[in-house]
């Protein structure tokens, strides 16, 4: 296995500096610092967690690393992580990957080498094997990590999630029941593992109540407004358009409205639009919109509980999986099919 000698020897730097740009510290150039992390990328280095800290010398912070941390879906999330460790007489420490213009993917070793005392991961990316892998040996090591809105499958890392599928399967039963047949779906990225429960549900709601799936009613988004509204476009501009479309997210849905508005049509009038998460907006939004209500503050108190709990019991197996409840709120942007 490499060493930080054998990063050291391949950069032409000491091996104190090695040790201060793969934990972030100051007094690193920032050219040296990206030749470092390159290295250690290449070579296949893994930081050994043996050198951290004794479990006595708690630093009583967590980290959360968390993407787009101004939204309010993240938002949201970390105030129901905050409720938890405030009590708990806990800091938190938040980790931007998008801000430090790395993939979590790049940034998940050098993070769980800060003096923090264990890391909740909000960040929705499908996170790569080594860097699942080098979660699992952290939690061995008596690190805890906990995974908020999203699932690895295969993987022991304890998670917290909604029921996506179950939500995505009451939304499209929903406009069903209002007469719909051609529903237009857009879907969030690829490497998001609720976007591939959400369009799950919603195929299990055409399959069992008898409506052939049609591929192009698909449209590929990437849970930003912009997404929403470009998909929207795409739907809308079909030969037989849709008559309701159900966005994955609420900020695509908000693209979908102005996508709507655009095309000339009204809401709901003309076509329906559903959404996923309930977040502040979609009330205030005119005309107000249906959506799928995912727990998000509850998702993050339940995964800063989970983390503590590893925390204080650390010989002892934790909770690996817990999945909330979501619930269809009824608003004003469905209506039957005319």
């Known amino acids: 296995m490499p060493t930080l000698s054998d990063i050291a020897d391949d950069v032409g730097v000491s091996t104190m500096t090695v040790s201060r740009a793969l934990a972030d510290k100051p007094g690193v150039a920032s050219d040296t610092r990206h030749r470092v992390l390159e290295s250690a990328k290449r070579l296949g280095y893994t930081v050994n967690l043996e050198g951290r800290a004794p479990v006595k010398e708690q630093t009583q912070k967590i980290g959360v690393l968390v993407n787009n941390v101004g939204s309010e879906y993240s938002g949201e999330i970390i105030d129901g992580i905050s409720n938890i460790l405030d009590v708990a007489n806990y800091d938190i420490v938040i980790f931007n990957p998008f801000k430090m213009r790395r993939s979590p993917n790049e940034y998940v070793v050098e993070v769980c080498q800060y003096a923090i005392d264990g890391l909740l991961i909000a960040a929705a990316n499908r996170l790569q094997p080594q860097s699942v892998e080098y979660l699992e040996q952290a939690i061995r090591q008596h690190f805890p990590v906990v995974f908020i809105d999203q699932r690895v499958a295969g993987s022991t890392v304890p998670y917290v999630t909604a029921q996506n599928r179950q939500g995505a399967y009451d939304a499209t039963r929903y406009l069903i029941q209002l007469g719909h047949r051609r ?118 108190r339940v995964g800063a509980q989970m983390l503590l709990d590893m925390l204080r019991a650390r010989d002892e197996p934790p909770v690996a999986v817990m999945e909330l409840r979501t619930s269809l709120i009824l608003r004003d942007s469905c209506a039957p099919l005319r």
């Open 183 to 300: 529903i237009g779906f857009i879907l969030g990225p690829h490497t998001e593992s609720p976007s591939g429960e959400r369009l799950d549900g919603y195929r299990d709601a055409l399959a069992q109540n008898g409506i052939a799936q049609d591929d192009q009613l698909v449209k590929n988004g990437d849970f930003t407004r912009q997404g929403g509204y470009a998909a929207a476009l795409l739907l809308l501009s079909m030969d037989e358009p849709p008559t309701a479309i159900f966005a994955s997210n609420d900020p695509m849905a908000f693209g979908v409205y102005k996508a709507v508005q655009q095309s000339g049509k009204r809401i709901p009038e003309d076509i329906s639009v559903i959404g996923f998460d309930d977040i502040a907006l979609s009330a205030d939004i005119h005309p107000p919109l249906t959506t799928v209500r995912q727990p998000l503050r509850e998702m993050g």
